[in-house]
Nanobody, 121 residues
Framework: QVQLVESGGGLVQAGGSLRLSCAAS????????MGWYRQAPGKQRELVAT???????NYADSVKGRFTISRDNAKNAIYLLMNSLKPEDTAVYYC???????????????WGQGTQVTVSS
């Protein structure tokens, strides 16, 4: 069994900052790419940022220069520092990870339960 648990969402004024956290736990052999996605009301889920186990991070154009994704492999965790928040950043933010479980040979995609971020104008 594998779980992803997010934390850190909340209500913030435009221009403010929030830091999201996500930690994976369970029977994990290896975690490959991890990332953050978001879904606003009435819209499809979209990529925010991803980070591979090693290599270059990837950001959506809408958050470049404002959001920073980071990773702590020792803790099986990723973080999303969100600065200069805008009302259009309001969404449920989901953590995603491609994980190979112990005793398995291929990776599976796992999702967290989501955390609400609301930016007021």
């Amino acid at each position: 069994q594998v779980q992803l648990v997010e934390s850190g969402g909340g209500l913030v004024q435009a221009g403010g900052s929030l830091r999201l956290s996500c930690a994976a736990s369970g029977s994990i052999f290896r975690i490959n790419t991890m990332g953050w996605y978001r879904q606003a009301p009435g819209k499809q889920r979209e990529l925010v940022a991803t980070t591979p186990s090693s290599g270059t991070t990837n950001y959506a154009d809408s958050v470049k220069g404002r959001f920073t994704i980071s990773r702590d492999n020792a803790k099986n965790a990723i973080y999303l520092l969100m600065n200069s928040l805008k009302p259009e950043d309001t969404a449920v933010y989901y953590c995603n990870a491609f994980i190979i479980r112990r005793g398995w040979f291929s990776e599976q995609s796992y999702w967290g339960q989501g955390t609400q971020v609301t930016v007021s104008s």
